[in-house]
């Protein structure tokens, strides 16, 4: 979506009055928005449940990443200060698995809203107190659990969307379907809110075909970017090179897995030449880089400063003149 709803704007202003304060920059994906068509690619976090589980956390059941919301929350924030000192732009809020559906696993089914909104304010109190623009995303979709039934799975994830929404999120990941139609059903509960959506496409999703009818389903479902998850370097240059041929106006993106055996979750050993090859997704036309399977912060503080080196950057001169009103606040 290329506009904001009236209250996702007022979020926004909120947001940059907060962020002014603390902050010599203004955090809000609006101010990042045009880094999908120029300059330096946006750079997304990494797998959150590899980054966590290297930090000691036990994620084997279910509804984990609900779970460690309730049991450690100052894991959680240790973990988006150091994907913030990454210098990553786009951090991802808990969320995948707070739905009634994920905490049922864990026997917190009637936590799911405050744990939701726990996710949200989590990443956005880490963003508020970052010295460079960083928005926050809310993902909508588990990997490990989802309702069954058909009603329910649609219910459920039109409830969820609103929650996210409402709490504050500036943009949705949508992943972890199972199925393209589930995908595409998504993506139209999240586009619901105007607010921005990026759409995650696995493997197993390309390989049924017509990536271009897919690519189509989903912009016409409301979806801003697509995110290509792959486990090589290869099969993203090759996905990419499938999406020239696209006609519409999606933004193309990857994720790249820590390696070709990578299991999402679990933390894998970090390579300076997975820099190298993400690098080439990015010279190939993804505008969007993250990491996928086993990344933790290390592989995106790598990838963030490379990427910096590439494309050296300064602040807009509206961000130059924002903070010389704030030095000038502080001396009066």
């Not at 055996?261 to 300076?272: I, V």
């Not at 003149?321 to 009066?332: C, F, G, I, P, T």
């Amino acid at each position: 979506m290329t506009c904001l709803s009236d209250e996702a704007e007022i979020y926004a202003v909120e947001v940059e009055k907060k962020s002014s304060l603390c902050s010599p920059t203004i955090v809000s994906y609006l101010q990042l928005r045009h880094r999908l068509y120029e300059g330096r690619p946006l750079v997304l976090d990494a797998d959150v449940g590899a980054s966590l589980r290297a930090l000691g956390e036990e994620l084997d059941a279910p509804g984990a990443l609900g779970a460690v919301l309730h049991r450690s929350p100052e894991v959680v924030e240790q973990h988006h200060q150091r994907e913030l000192f990454s210098k990553v732009d786009i951090l991802s809020a808990l969320t995948a698995d707070t739905t009634p559906r994920a905490l049922a696993e864990a026997a917190m089914e009637h936590r799911a809203a405050r744990l939701t909104g726990d996710a949200i304010d989590l990443a956005l109190d880490a963003t508020a107190q970052a010295t460079r623009p960083a928005a926050v995303a809310g993902v909508l979709g588990s990997e490990m659990v989802t309702a069954t039934a058909r009603i329910r799975f649609e219910d459920e994830t039109i409830e969820h969307a609103a929650r996210i929404a409402v709490q504050g999120a500036e943009l949705f990941i949508v992943r972890g379907m199972g199925s393209r139609l589930d995908l595409v059903f998504s993506v139209a509960a999240a586009s619901a809110h105007e607010l921005p959506v990026w759409a995650v496409i696995d493997m197993p999703t390309i390989s049924e075909g017509d990536l271009l009818g897919l690519l189509q389903r989903l912009e016409d479902a409301g979806a801003e970017a697509v995110l290509f998850e792959v486990e090589s370097v290869d099969h993203g240059l090759e996905y990419l090179q499938a999406f020239q041929d696209y006609e519409g106006e999606l933004v193309a993106g990857a994720l790249l897995s820590a390696a070709p055996d990578a299991l999402r979750g679990f933390p894998s050993e970090f390579y300076t030449s997975w820099v190298e090859r993400a690098v080439e997704l990015t010279d190939r036309g993804a505008r969007i880089i993250g990491g996928g399977s086993g990344t933790t912060e290390e592989h995106t503080r790598a990838l963030a400063r490379r990427l910096g080196v590439i494309h050296p950057s300064f602040y807009p001169q509206s961000l130059q003149e924002l903070r010389v009103d704030s030095d000038l606040d502080k001396k009066s």
